[in-house]
């Protein structure tokens, strides 16, 4: 398994997200709204600059989270894709077995993550990992589309509680509104 051990700068991400042609998403076991809603969002994003992208994860999706994602979950990691993960700070979490090549990039907003991606996007300041991926939309100039944004704003909105839990920064509410 290949990593950096390193925390990347969002430009760095997004330079190499844009080599990337085929790509499938996963995030923690277990997912809530923060998960599914990055999750969604960067599938929609990958997309948006010309990546075959796919969400990934074994568990059924929960019913109400549905709908933060733009197709059908795959079960399994297809063959000839990248695995991208989300909100999900051990590798041990992911919806789907990290292959053993590694998860190209880790997304995420806790503070235990280890840095286990090829590339890592590791922000523990980030009221949700939905933040962060907020962030790649704005480095690399994509509009956030009304279904990327709502996907963004669940995700923040689960993981600070509808706004009352202390890791709520006004930043995240900016980005929100």
């Known amino acids: 398994m290949t990593t950096r051990t390193r925390n990347n700068t969002t430009r760095e991400v997004a330079e190499f997200l ?89 997304i995420d907003h806790h503070e235990d993550n280890p840095l286990y991606g090829e590339f890592n996007l590791v922000n523990p300041r980030a009221a949700a990992s939905a933040e962060i991926v907020a962030d790649l939309y704005t480095e690399l100039d994509i509009p956030l589309d009304k279904e990327a944004a709502e996907a963004l704003y669940a995700g923040i909105r689960t993981d600070t509680g509808e706004f009352r839990f202390r890791n709520i920064s006004p930043r995240a509410h900016e980005l929100v509104a």
């Open 18 to 106: 844009k080599a990337l042609d085929r790509v499938a998403v996963t995030t923690h076991v277990g997912a809530d709204g923060d998960a599914i809603g990055a999750a969604g969002a960067l599938v929609r994003l990958m997309r948006s600059i010309g990546a075959a992208a796919i969400f990934c994860h074994a568990e059924e999706v929960p019913n109400y989270l549905k709908w933060l994602l733009p197709d059908e979950a795959f079960r399994e990691l297809p063959p000839g894709h990248d695995l991208l993960v989300v909100d999900t700070s051990r590798s041990d979490r992911t919806g789907v077995p990290v292959p053993e090549s590694g998860a190209r990039l880790n």
